[in-house]
C-alpha cells in the first residue's frame, strides 16, 4: 500500500516543519533582543516559554486531525482500521515531543544561521534512520 511505501516520510514531515519554524522563531527572538525587551517591560520568562509551547502545541494537534482526515479521504487501511483517537495521540504526542525539543535546542543556539543548521541536520537524520528498512 501507498502508506508502507511512503508514508513514514509523510508522517514525520509535519511535525518536523513545527519543529524546525518553532526553533528559528525563538533562536531569532533571541537574536534580535525581543525577549530581553520583553523582560524589561515585565514579562516573565515562563510566561514567554509557555507561549511559545502552547503555540507549538496547538499546531501539533492541527496537523494531527489533517494528518488522520487526509487518510481517511485518501482511503488508507490505516486510518480505516485504527482508532482515531490512537492515532490522534500518536501524532499529537511526537508533535508536542518535537516542540519542546525545540525549545530545548533553542536555549543552546545564539544565530539563527546555527539553529537553521542544527534543524536541517536533525530532520535530516531522521530521514535517513526512516531509510533503513527495518
Same mark, same amino acid.
Given at each position: 500500500?501507498?502508506?508502507?511505501?511512503?508514508?513514514?516520510?509523510?508522517?514525520?514531515?509535519?511535525?518536523?516543519?513545527?519543529?524546525?519554524?518553532?526553533?528559528?522563531?525563538?533562536?531569532?527572538?533571541?537574536?534580535?533582543?525581543?525577549?530581553?525587551?520583553?523582560?524589561?517591560?515585565?514579562?516573565? #520568562?515562563?510566561?514567554?516559554?509557555?507561549?511559545?509551547?502552547?503555540?507549538?502545541?496547538?499546531?501539533?494537534?492541527? #496537523?494531527?486531525?489533517?494528518?488522520?482526515?487526509?487518510?481517511?479521504?485518501?482511503?488508507?487501511?490505516?486510518?480505516?482500521?485504527?482508532?482515531?483517537?490512537?492515532?490522534?495521540?500518536?501524532?499529537?504526542?511526537?508533535?508536542?515531543?518535537?516542540?519542546?525539543?525545540?525549545?530545548?535546542?533553542?536555549?543552546?543556539?545564539?544565530?539563527?544561521?546555527?539553529?537553521?543548521?542544527?534543524?536541517?541536520?536533525?530532520?535530516?537524520?531522521?530521514?535517513?534512520?526512516?531509510?533503513?528498512?527495518?
Amino acid at each position: 500500500s501507498a502508506v508502507a511505501v511512503g508514508g513514514g516520510y509523510w508522517f514525520y514531515l509535519p511535525p518536523m516543519i513545527i519543529f524546525f519554524t518553532t526553533l528559528i522563531d525563538i533562536v531569532r527572538e533571541k537574536e534580535n533582543g525581543s525577549r530581553l525587551m520583553m523582560s524589561v517591560m515585565g514579562l516573565p #520568562s515562563c510566561i514567554n516559554w509557555g507561549v511559545w509551547f502552547i503555540q507549538g502545541s496547538i499546531f501539533a494537534q492541527l #496537523s494531527a486531525v489533517i494528518l488522520i482526515l487526509s487518510g481517511l479521504a485518501c482511503n488508507f487501511d490505516l486510518f480505516w482500521n485504527a482508532n482515531f483517537f490512537v492515532l490522534f495521540l500518536l501524532f499529537s504526542f511526537f508533535g508536542v515531543a518535537m516542540v519542546s525539543a525545540s525549545q530545548l535546542l533553542a536555549t543552546m543556539m545564539t544565530t539563527v544561521k546555527g539553529a537553521q543548521t542544527v534543524g536541517y541536520a536533525i530532520i535530516l537524520v531522521g530521514f535517513v534512520f526512516q531509510a533503513i528498512p527495518s
